[in-house]
């Protein structure tokens, strides 16, 4: 079956634009976690729902960061007024009731 | 919060030779997760470790969880040029996932 799909895969944008990152989780996955990733590192958490509810958002770095799954299924993840510290890979999980999470490809956001 | 630390950082090996990597925590985890990322790629889930000194085997690749559940290994017999990637180990706690920065393999044929 389909596995987690993000889009767009590579983002560019100029400092001090908003941008949107769009994760489509497996079908049924009742969780859903956003992660960043610098280049050599491990992935950062920076968010988790379980269904719509958003239940940690404890690792956004700032109130530039804002996710949101509405309907229990696409999520969203925004950045406004980009950073150039901002640039990573966005990396979008999903997960049945366990702790196995299937990861996304990754959006690869670079702030020029 | 908890913290999971890796080592080494990088290895390189000659084809056939093992492999083994390892995660340490300051405090007891409830559980370990192993993840393997090939260059440009995304982590892929490999195995998930709850009990205490629990050792689970796939094909060539070995998991541990130690008797305090502050550490664990994953040990590779006889690498292949597949092997190669970054091997991440992680722990969820409350829903919150805290990943190593991972040891990255690479195979000389």
């Known amino acids: 079956g389909a596995g987690v799909s993000q889009s767009p895969r590579y983002k560019v944008a100029k400092r001090g634009q908003d941008v949107a990152l769009r994760c489509d989780p497996i079908s049924g996955h009742v969780s859903l976690f956003w992660y960043q990733q610098a280049l050599g590192q491990g992935p950062e958490f920076l968010t988790y729902f379980q269904n719509e509810a958003q239940l940690d958002k404890s690792g956004l770095p700032s109130d530039r960061f804002f996710a949101e799954r509405p309907e229990g299924s696409v999520s969203t993840l925004k950045i406004q007024r980009t950073q150039q510290e901002d640039s990573a890979v966005y990396l979008c999980?999903?997960?049945?009731?366990?702790?196995?999470?299937?990861f996304g490809p990754g959006t690869r956001l670079t702030v020029l | 919060g908890q913290q999971v630390m890796q080592i080494p950082q990088y290895q390189h090996v000659q084809e056939g030779e093992d492999f083994t990597t390892y995660c340490n925590s300051s405090?007891?985890?409830?559980?370990i997760q192993w993840y393997k990322q090939r260059p440009g790629g995304h982590p892929v889930f490999l195995i998930q470790?709850?009990?205490?000194?629990e050792v689970k085997k796939q094909k060539r690749l070995t998991f541990q969880f130690g008797e305090a559940k502050k550490n664990s290994s994953l040990h590779i017999t006889a690498t292949q040029t597949t092997d190669v990637g970054t091997y991440f180990c992680?722990?969820?706690?409350?829903?919150?996932?805290?990943f190593g920065d991972g040891t990255t393999l690479t195979v000389k044929p």
């Open positions: 999980a999903s997960s049945p009731v366990r702790n196995e999470q299937f």
């Open positions: 470790l709850v009990k205490s000194g």
């Open positions: 992680g722990s969820t706690n409350a829903g919150k996932s805290t």
């Open positions: 405090t007891t985890l409830s559980n």
